[in-house]
């Protein structure tokens, strides 16, 4: 069964739809899927029929976002997320389910959906609604599967007249059947442990009693164990927050205060070794794929009010240990050579700007401005038929005027650069036989500004503008801009090979 973040981002469980055929057991007895739950697994397969034709899709940013469609009975769906479920814009899709075969209920499809992308976790929980084409019976069941049907399991829901809906941390398959005909002996035991919580929680909590029991006896004990490895963390925070929804469907938030508070002192502590280990990580390994994961704990610790006790006071300290991993460096360097009829002249500057990623509670940081030196690497100038001396060049200041990071499915999508990139000032003497002539000018920089880059002048700041960055899928490097050719501007033919790197640099 597949599960993956996005992102960075948390779990629950879904549901799929039900009618139809035998329920089809996965292959082969299985262990128990951990040492506090001795019940042998029986998952359950089904088979899916999806209505392609009316598949939508859509967009959830940090402020939320809304997808809705229609299928062909006339069963109308809407997936509703509300604002910090994501920490960078997430591209979702929604196709209605016809038909699932296999399902142990019984009563009849009332519907469902395919959400995609297929196990995209979020940080607060999606509101999937299904308002019913016909009346249904008065007992529903609520149900999800993963892919395209494997490990079928039952979910709480919640009716009210001809609408249902379903709490969502986590995409597959989530849908709603009657269950007047509910086959006990065909209800799945999924392997999964989230999966198995909420199917437990579907199926018999209905004492106070229980519900602290699962607490104490499961949610409590995976917290504790999860104490800096992410997935298990991300693991961990999704049966809790199962559990937690739970409880406040029952409208028990009351009745277990205390526990609710233990949990999310937990949840604050599971977080904090996580990011203590990320960050170990990607300094000693200089990884970036932790980056992501940082900035989406940080993010959530900021806009979580249930977080904020635990971090009272310690929030700074905990920002500047994830400082060091979240080091990125703007490297830029460029050599612009001219050569007309008896005169050629070359120079290389380079600079290179510091840039730390921040996380704000709408999510990732994404606008970055400083200055830098431009150093002078190297300056030449020859005459055909004069003696050079002296040539010598001067840098200036880099000016970053804003550098904007644009975030797309939990992963870098796009580089736009405002800048101007300083000005040179250079010098030499030039003797034609006894009359030794002074040479002052800014070469690189009047090369650069004027005549190369022209066409990228923004006249709103009077900088410059760099687009179409080549987004490079490893390495250090994340990002780059090249120019490499050769421009006639007059007698004059001026030849530039100049690079904009987005590299990435952790503290040791």
């Given at each position: 069964?597949?599960?993956?973040?996005?992102?960075?981002?948390?779990?629950?469980?879904?549901?799929?739809?039900?009618?139809?055929?035998?329920?089809?057991?996965?292959?082969?007895?299985?262990?128990?899927?951990?040492?506090?739950?001795?019940?042998?697994?029986?998952?359950?397969?089904?088979?899916?029929?999806?209505?392609?034709?009316?598949?939508?899709?859509?967009?959830?940013?940090?402020?939320?976002?809304?997808?809705?469609?229609?299928?062909?009975?006339?069963?109308?769906?809407?997936?509703?997320?509300?604002?910090?479920?994501?920490?960078?814009?997430?591209?979702?899709?929604?196709?209605?389910?016809?038909?699932?075969?296999?399902?142990?209920?019984?009563?009849?499809?009332?519907?469902?959906?395919?959400?995609?992308?297929?196990?995209?976790?979020?940080?607060?929980?999606?509101?999937?609604t299904v308002h019913a084409a016909k009346p249904f019976g008065a007992k529903l069941m609520g149900f999800?599967?993963?892919?395209?049907?494997?490990?079928?399991?039952?979910?709480?829901?919640?009716?009210?007249?001809?609408?249902v809906t379903l709490q969502l941390l986590h995409f597959s398959n989530p849908g709603v059947a009657e269950a007047a005909e509910l086959d006990e002996d065909l209800i799945p035991m999924p392997s999964d442990p989230r999966d198995r919580f909420e199917n437990d929680l579907a199926l018999d909590l209905t004492q106070e009693s229980q519900i602290a029991g699962k607490f104490y006896g499961h949610v409590k004990k995976r917290l504790e164990a999860a104490r800096g490895e992410t997935s298990e963390v991300r693991a961990a925070i999704g049966v809790f927050l199962t559990w937690r929804n739970e409880v406040a469907r029952r409208g028990l938030d009351e009745s277990f205060k205390k526990q609710i508070y233990e949990g999310w002192t937990l949840v604050a502590q599971a977080i904090e070794a996580a990011v203590d280990k990320a960050v170990t990580a990607c300094v000693v390994n200089n990884d970036p794929r932790f980056v992501q994961e940082i900035l989406e704990w940080i993010a959530w610790v900021k806009r979580n009010p249930r977080l904020k006790p635990y971090f009272e006071?310690?929030?700074?300290?905990?920002?500047?240990?994830?400082?060091?991993?979240?080091?990125?460096?703007?490297?830029?360097?460029?050599?612009?050579?001219?050569?007309?009829?008896?005169?050629?002249?070359?120079?290389?500057?380079?600079?290179?700007l510091p840039l730390f990623l921040t996380a704000t509670e709408q999510g990732f940081g994404s606008e970055y401005s400083g200055t830098g030196t431009l150093e002078s690497v190297s300056y030449t100038a020859r005459w055909a038929a004069c003696a050079v001396s002296g040539a010598t060049q001067t840098g200036g200041t880099f000016d970053l005027r804003k550098l904007t990071l644009?975030?797309?499915?939990?992963?870098?999508?796009?580089?736009?650069?405002?800048?101007?990139?300083?000005?040179?000032?250079?010098?030499?003497?030039?003797?034609?036989?006894?009359?030794?002539?002074?040479?002052?000018?800014?070469?690189?920089?009047?090369?650069?500004?004027?005549?190369?880059?022209?066409?990228?002048?923004?006249?709103?700041?009077?900088?410059?503008?760099?687009?179409?960055?080549e987004l490079l899928p490893s390495g250090e490097v994340m990002a780059r801009k090249t120019y490499t050719r050769d421009v006639e501007f007059g007698p004059a033919v001026f030849s530039e090979t100049t690079t904009l790197e987005l590299v990435y640099a952790p503290q040791p």
């Open positions: 069964m597949k599960r993956f973040a996005l992102a960075p981002l948390l779990t629950l469980i879904l549901a799929l739809a039900a009618c139809g055929t035998a329920p089809t057991p996965a292959p082969g007895p299985q262990n128990p899927p951990d040492s506090d739950d001795p019940r042998p697994a029986k998952p359950v397969n089904v088979s899916l029929q999806l209505d392609e034709a009316r598949k939508v899709s859509g967009e959830i940013t940090p402020a939320g976002g809304t997808l809705e469609l229609t299928a062909a009975d006339g069963t109308r769906y809407t997936l509703t997320a509300p604002a910090g479920a994501v920490m960078s814009p997430l591209s979702v899709s929604m196709t209605p389910i016809t038909r699932v075969d296999g399902s142990p209920l019984k009563g009849g499809l009332v519907g469902a959906v395919h959400l995609e992308p297929e196990g995209a976790e979020f940080y607060e929980p999606l509101t999937l999800n599967s993963h892919e395209k049907g494997e490990e079928f399991y039952l979910q709480p829901h919640a009716a009210s007249g001809q609408a006071g310690k929030l700074e300290a905990f920002e500047a240990k994830a400082r060091k991993c979240l080091r990125f460096e703007l490297r830029f360097e460029s050599t612009i050579t001219e050569r007309v009829t008896g005169l050629e002249e070359s120079a290389t500057v380079r600079s290179t644009s975030w797309k499915d939990g992963k870098l999508g796009g580089v736009t650069l405002e800048y101007y990139p300083g000005t040179t000032h250079n010098s030499y003497t030039v003797i034609c036989g006894d009359q030794p002539i002074p040479v002052n000018g800014s070469f690189w920089s009047a090369a650069y500004a004027t005549i190369l880059h022209f066409d990228e002048f923004n006249p709103g700041n009077g900088g410059l503008l760099a687009t179409g960055w």
